[in-house]
């Protein structure tokens, strides 16, 4: 298996239709150059080629500085070097996704409940993104769960948690505080006139929560 996941984890999930699709793979290696540690490709209206076009693109613009996931395509994820895949709580199940990458590839799961989490885990998922935490422009209609989804499934599965949904650096403090492990965004970076300089305070907001919540779990406190 590739490297574990990056903690705390900034993750940015791609969405060509937030800002110029042109500058899309610019923008992202500017997050990357901010803070972001991983990079969710997820644009389900692509077909194949043209996905695997854009992974391409978006591996030779980062480096090797974050890791990048193919969302649900175990095809592409094969055809590039990515470092895995992100699955859907509908897509094809995790066990399955397995047998065909094998153990080198990392296989993240999206769920929305303490079940989806709890099936995820017992199939072998290697880390999960539960949402929806707030409000979410990119999800208009889904009433958000909060971060009780997270400290909910925390208290159950042993696997890392991502949140997401609605995530800005003044809110996901709490997040971080109900046990997740990172966040992901979406037009928290990529709508931002400078996703570097965007990524960069989420980042920074994302350790310093991680910090107390290291500190408040030892009883301690931050003297700064």
């Given at each position: 298996m590739k490297a574990p996941l990056p903690q705390p984890c900034l993750c940015l999930v791609t969405d060509r239709t937030v800002g110029d699709p042109k500058t899309l793979v610019f923008r992202v290696a500017q997050a990357v150059d901010g803070g972001v540690d991983l990079v969710q490709l997820r644009e389900k209206e692509l077909p194949g080629g043209e996905?695997?076009?854009l992974a391409q693109a978006i591996e030779e613009a980062i480096e090797g500085r974050a890791a990048l996931v193919i969302n649900e395509r175990i095809d592409v994820a094969l055809a590039s070097s990515a470092w895995g895949v992100q699955l859907g709580e509908e897509a094809v199940p995790v066990?399955?996704?397995r047998r065909i990458l094998g153990t080198?590839?990392?296989i993240g799961r999206s769920v929305h409940s303490i079940e989806g989490a709890l099936t995820a885990q017992s199939q072998?998922?290697?880390y999960l993104v539960a949402g929806t935490m707030y409000a979410s422009s990119s999800h208009?209609?889904?009433e958000p769960a909060g971060p009780a989804l997270v400290q909910a499934i925390t208290q159950v599965c042993s696997l890392p948690v991502i949140g997401i949904g609605g995530i800005a650096p003044g809110n996901l403090r709490g997040v971080v505080d109900?046990?997740?492990?990172g966040v992901a965004v979406i037009s928290s970076i990529l709508a931002s006139p400078d996703p570097k300089a965007a990524a960069w305070e989420l980042k920074k907001a994302l350790n310093e929560a991680w910090v107390e919540a290291a500190l408040t779990l030892r009883g301690e406190s931050n003297p700064v």
């Amino acid at each position: 298996m590739k490297a574990p996941l990056p903690q705390p984890c900034l993750c940015l999930v791609t969405d060509r239709t937030v800002g110029d699709p042109k500058t899309l793979v610019f923008r992202v290696a500017q997050a990357v150059d901010g803070g972001v540690d991983l990079v969710q490709l997820r644009e389900k209206e692509l077909p194949g080629g043209e996905l695997l076009i854009l992974a391409q693109a978006i591996e030779e613009a980062i480096e090797g500085r974050a890791a990048l996931v193919i969302n649900e395509r175990i095809d592409v994820a094969l055809a590039s070097s990515a470092w895995g895949v992100q699955l859907g709580e509908e897509a094809v199940p995790v066990d399955l996704a397995r047998r065909i990458l094998g153990t080198r590839y990392v296989i993240g799961r999206s769920v929305h409940s303490i079940e989806g989490a709890l099936t995820a885990q017992s199939q072998g998922a290697d880390y999960l993104v539960a949402g929806t935490m707030y409000a979410s422009s990119s999800h208009p209609d889904t009433e958000p769960a909060g971060p009780a989804l997270v400290q909910a499934i925390t208290q159950v599965c042993s696997l890392p948690v991502i949140g997401i949904g609605g995530i800005a650096p003044g809110n996901l403090r709490g997040v971080v505080d109900a046990g997740a492990c990172g966040v992901a965004v979406i037009s928290s970076i990529l709508a931002s006139p400078d996703p570097k300089a965007a990524a960069w305070e989420l980042k920074k907001a994302l350790n310093e929560a991680w910090v107390e919540a290291a500190l408040t779990l030892r009883g301690e406190s931050n003297p700064v």
